[in-house]
């Protein structure tokens, strides 16, 4: 039987991130969120790569797989079209996600394998102890640019319209409510599911505080269109105020729709491919 509450979703591992870190917040509200769909443990991996909030599948009983930096979406995607009934998310900093993890966004994005990728932002990297991030404001000096940032940011979500991912949001640690829900519809949305995070860093960006993120937040409007990609933009377009909420859905065919509509046509059009020899296929390269 399936567990009921967040906390029998947790493993007995001690998280080892700092105090008041938000990537807290962000586990217990994906716990929530699998109580709520009561997900079989032995059935949900996560994946994810490296960094603080890398580290979060170490403290959920479900399987976890602890990747290299940057690679928690093919990790994912691997392990969702070798068995689509497991729920596969992936979880990661914005510097594993966006900087050296970033191509795999916009190829997840035209894959569209049903899996959920949440990235929790403190626009810093952290494990490393303080270098900015490519969600990083230009004001924020760090030991590797003492003097000034010469690289812009990121806009995530914006990123992902344009990227047409088929499920975009973004949440704040804080609002767990919220959060609970955003996960709970993303992991239920067929199709790839991106939900951004707002989750502060205490130790390493004192620029991005919970107070100086809930005086920046502001909701979506209620009746926000969740099929216009075009107004979901106008409204991603702004760090200031930064809006939270789901900005966009689209059900379209996923990734095993396609691979198994291809298993079909093999069969069908050109006969059991197990009938082939090295020599026929050859044959096509004469
Ligand atoms: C190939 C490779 N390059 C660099 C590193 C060093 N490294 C580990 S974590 C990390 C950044 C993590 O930042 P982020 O993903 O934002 O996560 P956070 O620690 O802030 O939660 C870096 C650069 C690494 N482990 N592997």
């Not at 951004?196 to 505080?209: G, I, M």
């Not at 937040?217 to 969740?226: C, M, R, S």
């Not at 079909?264 to 004469?286: A, C, H, R, W």
Request: aromatic share 8%; charged share 25%.
């Amino acid at each position: 039987m399936s567990p009921k509450t967040a906390e029998q979703y947790r493993s007995q591992t001690t998280p080892t991130w700092c105090k008041d870190c938000g990537d807290y917040k962000v586990l217990d509200a994906l716990t929530a969120a699998m109580a709520k769909l009561e997900l079989e443990p032995d059935d949900t991996v996560l994946t994810a790569g490296v960094g603080c909030a890398s580290r979060l599948p170490f403290y959920t009983n479900t399987y976890g797989f602890h990747t290299v930096h940057g690679r928690a979406l093919p990790a994912a995607i691997g392990t969702k079209v070798a068995n689509k009934e497991r729920t596969v998310i992936s979880v990661g900093g914005d510097g594993d996600g966006f900087s050296i993890g970033g191509n795999h966004f916009i190829h997840a994005s035209r894959k569209n394998p049903n899996i959920t990728y949440i990235i929790m932002d403190n626009e810093i990297y952290a494990l490393t102890k303080g270098q900015n991030s490519p969600t990083s404001h230009e004001d924020l000096l760090t030991k590797i640019n003492p003097y000034e940032v010469v690289e812009d940011r990121i806009n995530p979500v914006l990123m992902a319209l344009s990227f047409n991912t088929s499920f975009i949001a973004r949440g704040f640690c804080e609002d767990q409510e919220q959060l609970t829900d955003m996960i709970v519809q993303a992991i239920k949305h067929p199709g790839f599911a991106f939900v951004h995070v707002l989750s502060p860093c205490t130790q390493y960006n004192l620029k991005v505080t919970y107070d100086s993120l809930r005086k920046r937040i502001k909701q979506l409007p209620e009746d926000h269109d969740t099929s216009d990609r075009i107004i979901s933009m106008k409204y991603a377009m702004t760090h200031e105020p930064l809006y939270m909420g789901i900005f966009y859905k689209d059900v379209r065919l996923t990734l095993h729709d396609k691979l198994e509509h291809l298993r079909g046509m093999s069969l069908d059009d050109i006969g059991n491919p197990s009938e082939y020899t090295i020599q026929d296929v050859m044959k096509q390269f004469e």
